[in-house]
């Protein structure tokens, strides 16, 4: 079982940056694909960025394509995303997911993925 922890969320000027980290514990990071999603008030949890378990394959969301940055750190067990120009529109409660896998596959949707962590808000002021 792996037990995740956001950090590094909370309030940015329209145009600024955040990096959100995610720890996690256990000796099986590096086996499990990482996910960041958010979710908006009144909206469902959406697909931000994803990476494979060894970080040679990501994916984004079009809408925060060559703003967000995705990475992973296997020997520290923390997946980060770094986000620069932010918008009003990219605040939400962003959330890591992980899911074990045998390959370097990344995915994209919610249901793919069996653990959580708890949240951190991002809120971005115009």
């Known amino acids: 079982q792996v037990r995740l922890e956001e950090s590094g969320g909370g309030l940015v000027q329209a145009g600024g940056s955040l990096r959100l980290s995610c720890a996690a514990s256990?000796?099986?990071?590096?086996?499990?694909?990482m996910g960041w999603f958010r979710q908006a008030p009144g909206k469902e949890r959406a697909f931000v960025a994803a990476?494979?378990?060894?970080?040679?394959?990501?994916g984004y969301v079009d809408s925060v394509k060559a703003r967000f940055t995705i990475a992973r750190d296997n020997a520290k067990n923390t997946v980060y995303l770094q986000m620069n120009n932010l918008e009003p529109e990219d605040t939400a409660v962003y959330y890591c997911?992980?899911?074990?896998?045998?390959?370097?596959?990344?995915?994209?949707?919610?249901?793919?993925?069996?653990?959580w962590g708890q949240g951190t808000q991002v809120t971005v002021s115009s």
């Open positions: 997911a992980a899911q074990p896998t045998d390959s370097e596959s990344y995915y994209s949707s919610p249901t793919e993925y069996d653990y």
């Open positions: 256990g000796r099986t990071f590096s086996r499990h694909a």
């Open positions: 990476i494979s378990r060894g970080g040679g394959y990501t």
